[in-house]
């Protein structure tokens, strides 16, 4: 069982970037699918990102070119660069996992982090 663990967030200007890092224990990132979510207050959460087991990725409509998801084998860490973040990227970002295959569902997820960007 894999324990993931978020960091990176904070606050920014609009304009400005951020890398977010999922840090895997209890186990290999490498045989998971793995994903990053979001959720705004009052907004029902949302997929950001997704990266296969074979590093095949999918974004969101919203991301526009402007986000990066990938990972380190050798690091046990997914990451999501996020450049050219807006007012409406304000949320919570949670990374979430799942053995070998996409979700949903999504078997493991991280407790989040904050990111804040303002106007």
């Known amino acids: 069982q894999v324990q993931l663990a978020e960091s990176g967030g904070g606050l920014v200007q609009t304009g400005g970037s951020l890398r977010l890092s999922c840090a895997a224990s209890?186990?290999?990132?490498?045989?998971?699918?793995v994903a990053w979510h979001r959720q705004a207050p009052g907004k029902q959460r949302e997929l950001v990102a997704t990266s296969s087991v074979g590093d095949s990725t999918t974004y969101g409509d919203f991301v526009k070119g402007r986000f990066t998801i990938s990972r380190s084998v050798a690091k046990n860490t997914v990451y999501l660069k996020m450049d050219d973040l807006e007012p409406d990227d304000t949320a919570v970002y949670y990374c979430?996992?799942?053995?070998?295959?996409?979700?949903?569902?999504?078997?493991?997820w991280g407790q989040g982090t904050q990111v804040t960007v303002s106007s």
């Open positions: 979430a996992a799942n053995p070998y295959a996409l979700g949903p569902p999504w078997r493991y």
């Open positions: 209890g186990g290999l990132i490498a045989p998971y699918a």
